[in-house]
């Protein structure tokens, strides 16, 4: 009897240090706190990160693009750099919130999924899809551009966790209203699926973000991005 109870007060001296141990781990987790850095000085950008982006394309045969395409594709890549650098997205996506773009199906498994919204359950916090979306300073998009047939509704697409972006080539035409900045809202949207976020309607009514779009995070990111450029824009930063 005395042995039962000296086995059963180890076994609980031992819960409750692995309890207590995984508590600290919890309360010690560091909380990555976006580096700051100055404004440079000739720029009224205020940046929070150095992201450098690299963007390859390639073109099928049969799709039609402006002849000042490639320069469209620079002018892009600069916006989202500056985009992606500046305190003006982080700020933005911080703000919000987002619904389990992995709710039906987890097959996504290219970044450790953090939760964490102000809604409880399984929303994600837009600190957590900013921290997905840039882990490092440095990253690269790779774009093939089609004619998808006589299809006018989708803009293009990606795979979660995929590697490639697949855009169409009906809507890129200098008539676009400022074509580079609507490029680089439309890449965002789609890096932030190769980021591992899918769409999920199908994420229960129960939840008070199921049905609404802007609670999508491949939305949401692509959104901040027109945001901000419009932002920016109005303000005379960039034309
Ligand atoms: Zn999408």
């Given at each position: ?237 960039i034309k």
């Amino acid at each position: 009897m005395k042995k039962i109870f000296q086995i059963s007060l180890i076994i609980l001296t031992a819960s409750i240090m692995i309890g207590s141990c995984s508590k600290s781990k919890e309360a010690s987790a560091p909380e990555e706190e976006p580096k700051k850095e100055e404004p440079k000085s000739n720029s009224p950008i205020e940046t929070v990160k150095d992201i450098k982006l690299a963007v390859t394309y390639t073109v099928t045969t049969d799709a039609t693009l402006p002849s000042t395409f490639a320069d469209t594709v620079k002018r892009t890549r600069e916006l989202l750099e500056m985009v992606f650098s500046s305190k003006d997205f982080r700020d933005e996506l911080y703000k919000r919130n987002f619904h389990d773009s992995a709710y039906t199906k987890s097959t996504s498994t290219c970044f450790n999924r953090v939760y964490g919204g102000t809604v409880a359950g399984r929303s994600i916090a837009g600190k957590a899809v900013y921290d997905n979306l840039l882990p490092n300073g440095t990253f690269s998009i790779a774009v093939n551009i089609r004619k998808n047939g006589d299809n006018t509704t989708t803009l293009g697409s990606a795979s979660a966790c995929g590697s490639r972006i697949t855009t169409n080539d009906y809507w890129l035409r200098l008539s676009e209203k400022r074509l580079a900045q609507r490029l680089a809202r439309h890449w965002a949207h789609e890096y932030t699926h190769i980021r591992g976020y899918r769409h999920d309607s199908n994420v229960p009514s129960g939840y008070k973000w199921g049905s609404d779009v802007n609670k999508d995070p491949a939305y949401g990111v692509g959104d901040v991005v027109g945001d901000v450029l419009d932002k920016w824009t109005a303000a005379g930063i960039i034309k």
